[in-house]
């Protein structure tokens, strides 16, 4: 996988994913899209604008609004010879789906034996601050990652988000994928041609020696800009990405942790039971003797994500926020 | 259409008189939705809305002419193009806008934005984003007022992509099995987002609700009068203990999905679109017909256009004006208080 | 019923020799999962089974009627009462009731028990523990085999308390849309777990399926020659790209919801059970007809019920005998294995 | 709540219940029961048998096999003057009706500013070793306590059970209720008449000085198992069953932890990203300069629930796992 001497060009979030799936319908026939306004409309989010030409109304298929049953059909598909992508306008929607995911697709190879695979995606969104309101605004990747047969993938750059979401159409399980819609339109580095990442391989954002900031998706970003400012105050943040929460790429935490011997997790799900509970307990778990200060949760509030701009802008976790912690964290007042 | 139309001309005409008043209330009504939608639009492209709204021009009639068969004490469930709906069932202006723009004066206090208005005091159990959401939550309304014997009816909204969510056949089952006073109101647009209804709904809409027993009919939804006389019956029916029905409205939402969905060449024709813009408007079709029937003068249109409009002016200035929750609000409301135990 | 009766007195009789052969072939296939099913009974009586088992006696005509109109290619999803479906279409007996013990000879390694059995050798995708839980599944597959061009159909089994399930209406819907190769098989046999179907299904289940324009037929579920003759018609129908059908079976089960469920009398009568047991038994009905219109004398019977009971009790010692999983197995298969990345 | 002086009776868990629901349904019209066979059958675990007598097919309903929409009927009644109590036979089916709990009754007192309230109870079962296989046997109360506005209840003995129902009955918000399936026959004491028992109140089950075991529902049970064991050896262990994870006691858990200094947490949910991790990281971060070893957790194993008995058994934690995990943390060997 050596990327180095690729050519790279600066492209979108949103068409990083295009790519990844334009490149693996050129490259596998069993792979297909079924979604809400996939086709023509390319989602309402356009990620997808274009590959219905390229690919036709069969492989690029609008469906009706029945998110539990495309889901299912996904693994019907998935179990007999397909590799279906399934498209779930709003990370919300995800509840619409869970017993076709949780008690079909999670379940399915273990449940006989391992006579049966459901090689299928289901991708779809999260994130706040698009001024959606309680049903559209949620990252809910914790409900799904608590589930053991489920991939779940969450990308933080263009970079990750092509080579990750190749990695999950070629994989042999569900997986779901979750791209945050306030990220489509960020730029960054994608070399030309083919790469995948593996899963479970967390990717160290920016190394450093103080404290271990290990943030997910949109948090990424976050905890750069937070490290950018505890950086100018003499302090260097190790801004660690797990991007995948299942499988989790525990040793990596924790050997950042234990190198830095505080850490703080940053995820843009509700903080109870959430995503950032599973990290701090395994980073206080495998760091313990090493660690100087309690390890620190920052997720969203844990209240329904409120329209109005000044809450909804509350809930998100900030730059400013996460720096105060880390200074805190390291003694600093 | 032709299955509505016939009906239309088998109406008996309304006596004069009351039904003049009863009319040009629900004129009003439809101008004051039309004046706020537009106003709506105007705050986005303005830049003064956060977030997105789903317009309900084009189809003012289906939720004047249900809405004028309810008392205020009947329950409304409602989606993410709600307006027409919280607007019909009696919310105001000002309050509306309040909450479009995440104001503390809006109906959820700025937390629930246009997808969200809900007001216990005109019966509005809220809209819903869930496409569907809500057809479980008003069949539970209709089995609560059953259980209660408190005469209430309760109207569920939804537009045809909705019959694509299972849910809703889950909750018709019941309604028809215990004969709850519900009556489903769908609203067909023709298109789910930017999908031809045709391309997503195997058979004939009209079929679905009669899988389960229940009482089933097909308005031509740009024609207020034929709503209402319709929407009265089966409200009247339901009341009465007779079950739930089902109206079919055939209607057109004039702008896009939302309010940023301008080029909408992909998807449907400008012909199309004008067809029922010129032909098949429903303030028009009603105003020709008090004109013809009553002689109602122009001048009389004019007045309440006018007189909306300055409403809509206003309740949109008082909500710009108006100030922003306290930021202490964002954890108020995740619980409502409960007695100690 | 009536329906069903008229249909089957019009119905040709088949053309006699090779249908002998034909129907005494579907005989012992009944046959076989009635001794397997009683077989579970005592296994189940004496403790040597763990959980429950739901038995499919009574039923056996739907799953051999429709299973022989299918070639082992095709699919078939099946339910929590899904022994017949997955000996009809073509498992053994010995791994079935390994499977039942939880040991590792069985289809599912031991994994999954009586409501999971699942084989690609045979095309079963799989029974179901979630009522309905098949439906978008099933459905699904026969996507693919449209895809695939590979002629397979897909018949998906559940009972009529699956009509409750929102998500079949969302998956009959797309299967009609786009015209797959899927037979819905309803087997109505009366109850919900403890609850009359009526008292859960509003209007006739069989306008379920029609409201999504879905080619619909309802059969005597007791009688095996009308199912096959049916179910025949309607998968080469679904074979030849004509799309999907709804093929309803009147049946009955005769013993409880599941193995524990004795004493019944709180939700069905006696008379009710002898009357399906004695009027109806669709083994008794197919040997009636064949003793009939070909003189197979009852000792052909006597042979058949003789050697699939020696196959069962077979079957049952192997599993008893064979060795559980070892531990190290429950934390294998919950990831299949996918290349490097 | 004095219940010292009361008279106490020995009744099973599954009585306790029915108990709690005959009071509610006795003192309030507005309470109705709603669910698949509840009425003449009693649900299939018995546990209602005999309410219908007394309270008529009205009010004890019996409805169709539609959980999403029983759950959603359940929100509008109660938006408009009822007091629904919907009963999801396994709690596998939550799944089912994810977004009537998630996206619409969690949501609608803050959505709508305070307008409407959404009064609910939703009763399920979890437990697993009941041989019921893997979509029958989950124990997803984690999903649940994942989402703000609910509230979750997770009684461990029939006298919390009681109190702890009677309160989710009276409370003005929609509230989730587990119920072990294994446990509806164990007996224990309760006191005749009214009581109830506040949310978000942690239970000591025993007083202990060495270590803390934080358990719920049937974990208690085998914590305590441990415990006795542990006492062998001279080892002094205090559990603490916390009742509700939502909201959650997290100072006593805390408490308790700075006391002993150690804590294992045992749930009976999957443990990634489930109950195990917020209650862990919770204790490792409030009592992190008390703690003299990392909090450890014991869920139950990542994977899908087998069939088999012999694998079945392996995935719950067991009183020995529990007693060798205290053994080791307070550093016997
Ligand atoms: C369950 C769900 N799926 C998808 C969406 C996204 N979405 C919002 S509106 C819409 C189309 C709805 O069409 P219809 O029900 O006909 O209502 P209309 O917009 O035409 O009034 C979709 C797919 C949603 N909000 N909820
Ligand atoms: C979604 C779901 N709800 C409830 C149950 C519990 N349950 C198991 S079988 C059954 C009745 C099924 O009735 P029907 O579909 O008619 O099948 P039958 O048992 O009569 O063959 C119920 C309610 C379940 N397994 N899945
Ligand atoms: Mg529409
Ligand atoms: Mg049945």
């Known amino acids: 996988m050596s990327m180095q001497n690729r050519p790279m060009r600066e492209i979108t979030f949103g068409e990083a994913i295009r790519e990844a799936l334009a490149e693996e319908l050129r490259r596998d026939p069993r792979v297909f899209i079924i979604g809400e306004d996939v086709a023509e409309a390319g989602t309402p989010f356009k990620v997808l604008s274009g590959l219905v030409q390229e690919f036709g109304p069969e492989r690029i298929m609008d469906s009706p609004i029945s998110e539990a049953a495309i889901t299912g059909m996904g693994v019907g598909a998935a179990m007999t010879g397909m590799r279906p992508v399934v498209d779930i306008m709003f990370g919300d929607f995800v509840t619409l789906v869970m017993d076709q995911m949780v008690n079909q697709a999670a379940k399915m190879h273990y449940m006989s034996g391992g006579s049966w695979k459901v090689p299928m995606v289901l991708r779809t969104t999260m994130g706040a601050t698009r001024r959606s309101a309680a049903q559209h605004s949620q990252s809910l990747h914790a409900l799904l990652s608590h589930i053991p047969g489920l991939k779940v993938a969450i990308p933080s750059t263009p970079y990750d988000a092509k080579g990750l979401l190749k990695t999950a159409i070629r994989d042999e399980n569900p997986v779901v994928f979750f791209e945050d819609k306030m990220m489509y339109r960020n730029k960054g580095l994608v070399p030309e041609g083919e790469y995948t990442i593996p899963f479970g391989v967390a990717d160290v954002k920016r190394p450093g020696s103080d404290i271990t900031i290990v943030a997910t998706s949109s948090m990424v970003a976050v905890a750069l800009g937070a490290a950018d400012k505890l950086a100018e105050i003499g302090l260097s943040a190790e801004v660690i990405d797990p991007r995948t929460t299942l499988p989790l790429d525990k040793e990596a935490l924790i050997q950042s942790a234990k190198k830095t011997s505080r ?64 200074k805190t964290l390291c003694g600093r007042v | 259409m032709t299955d509505a139309m016939d009906k239309r001309a088998a109406g008996n005409p309304p006596a004069p008189g009351m039904d003049v008043e009863l009319y040009l209330g629900m ?41 004028s068969a309810l008392t205020r004490e009947d329950y409304i469930t409602s989606t993410h193009r709600g307006h027409g709906h919280c607007l019909a069932k009696g919310a105001q202006v000002d309050r509306m806008f309040a909450e479009l723009l995440g104001k503390k004066a809006g109906y959820c206090a700025g937390k629930g934005g246009s997808m969200h208005i809900a007001d216990p005091q005109s019966g509005n159990l809220g809209a819903n984003a869930i496409v569907g959401g809500s057809a479980a939550i008003a069949t539970g309304a209709a089995l609560a007022a059953k259980k209660l014997g408190n005469g209430r009816v309760v109207v569920c909204f939804f537009g045809e992509g909705a019959l694509g969510q299972g849910l809703l056949y889950e909750a018709m089952n019941m309604a028809q099995l215990w004969k709850l006073p519900i009556l489903y109101v769908c609203e067909n647009n023709q298109y789910n987002e930017y999908t031809h209804f045709r391309e997503t709904a195997a058979g004939e809409l009209a079929d679905r609700p009669k899988a389960f027993g229940i009482h089933t009919e097909t308005v031509d939804g740009q024609d207020v009068r034929l709503v209402y006389e319709t929407a009265q019956r089966l409200v009247e029916r339901a009341r009465r203990g007779e079950g739930p029905a089902f109206l079919l409205c055939e209607t057109y939402r004039y702008h896009g999905h939302h309010v940023g969905d301008i080029d909408r060449s992909y998807y449907r024709s400008k012909e199309e679109e004008r067809y029922w813009q010129e032909q098949r408007d429903p303030l028009k079709t009603l105003a020709d017909w008090l004109s013809g029937a009553f002689q109602v003068h122009r001048s009389a249109f004019e007045q309440i256009e006018n007189s909306v409009r300055a409403e809509v002016e206003a309740g949109a200035e008082f909500a710009i004006q108006a100030p922003f929750p306290d930021l202490s609000e964002v954890t108020e409301h995740v619980y409502a208080e409960s007695p100690d135990a």
Not at chain 1, 274 to 291: C, H, K, N
Not at chain 2, 33 to 61: C, D, Q, W
């Open chain 2, 27 to 67: 004129y009003e009504q439809m101008a004051k939705i039309r004046a706020f939608e537009n106003k709506v639009n105007e705050l986005y492209t303005s830049a003064k809305m956060p977030g997105l709204s789903h317009l309900y021009i084009g189809e003012e009639a289906v939720a004047v002419g249900v809405c």
């Open chain 1, 263 to 326: 850490a703080i997790v940053v995820d843009e799900g509700y903080e109870q039971y959430g995503v950032t509970a599973e990290i701090a307990s395994v980073i206080a778990d495998g760091a313990f003797y090493y660690l100087d200060a309690p390890v620190k949760r920052m997720g969203a509030m844990n209240v329904p994500i409120p329209f109005s701009p000044v809450l909804e802008d509350l809930t998100v976790p900030t730059e400013q926020a996460v720096f105060d912690m880390a």
